[in-house]
């Protein structure tokens, strides 16, 4: 969910639309979702400090749609089966000794990486505070990029430094197999990655929503890509 495009959740039609004008009638927005079993390394961008639930309330709050459909309030629970990709790195992640560590959670992984809002003794009440403040906004029509509205800054639902404190960090490997580097500069991998480089991008084989290429087919991923925990 870093550098990557805005979210756009589609708004159902509601009643009253005609040609090409149409009436958004209900949007949705949750703490997180999932692409992939959630333990397994990006599959699930989890809530992120609130930054996935503030990604997609920008969407809602513009679109104003009068019904709000929200998930994933009390979901801590989730049944754990076997990693289907087969990659060395597709594992629960932080646990690469663990003798279970290729029978992987399916549904919430820990705090970080859990789809869920409610206030947890290790999380703490900050997801339901976001949550609170993105809902308070909808209710009241605001948006975080109204001008006039200098309260809005200070929303919880609208503030990034406590938020945007994860960074990338793609792979690549030169094309002969002569050298490796790591770079967090998305403006660099995407030099990197142009034809004529000499380099080619290590991908991940797990399919999540990253800016990460992706190659199931993978057995070694131990090089990268990463997501890390960068205060800047």
Same mark, same amino acid.
């Not at 009638?25 to 992120?48: F, V």
């Given at each position: 969910?870093? /550098?990557?495009? /805005?979210?756009?959740? %589609?708004?159902?039609?509601? @009643? #009253? !639309?005609?040609?090409?004008?149409?009436? $958004?009638?209900? =949007?949705? $927005?949750?703490?997180?979702? &999932?692409? /992939? %079993?959630?333990?397994? @390394? #990006?599959?699930? @961008?989890?809530? &992120?400090?609130? +930054?996935?639930? %503030?990604? +997609?309330?920008k969407k809602v709050l513009e679109r104003g749609a009068p019904h709000l459909f929200m998930s994933s309030f009390n979901?801590? =629970?989730? !049944?754990?089966q076997p990693s289907h990709i087969k990659a060395n790195t597709a594992i629960n992640m932080g646990l690469p000794y663990d003798s279970q560590n290729r029978t992987v959670w399916v549904d919430t992984y820990a705090s970080e990486f859990s789809r869920d809002f409610e206030p947890t003794v290790e999380a703490g009440d900050r997801m339901l505070r976001v949550t609170t403040s993105c809902v308070s906004m909808y209710k009241a029509g605001r948006t975080c990029e109204d001008d006039s509205d200098l309260a809005a800054q200070s929303e919880l639902c609208c503030t990034t430094t406590d938020k945007e404190v994860f960074a990338n960090v793609w792979s690549f490997q030169k094309s002969d197999g002569s050298d490796s580097m790591l770079t967090s500069n998305h403006t660099e991998a995407d030099e990197l990655y142009s034809k004529g480089s000499g380099w080619k991008q290590q991908c991940n084989p797990v399919s999540g929503p990253t800016v990460f290429c992706v190659d199931s087919s993978l057995l070694d991923s131990r090089e990268g890509p990463f997501m890390v925990y960068s205060v800047r």
């Open positions: 969910m870093v /550098d990557v495009p /805005d979210c756009n959740q %589609q708004a159902s039609v509601g @009643p #009253g !639309g005609s040609g090409s004008r149409v009436t $958004a009638w209900e =949007i949705s $927005a949750s703490s997180a979702y &999932m692409t /992939d %079993q959630s333990a397994l @390394p #990006g599959a699930n @961008p989890g809530h &992120m400090r609130g +930054l996935t639930m %503030q990604r +997609l309330f979901e801590l =629970i989730g !049944g754990r």
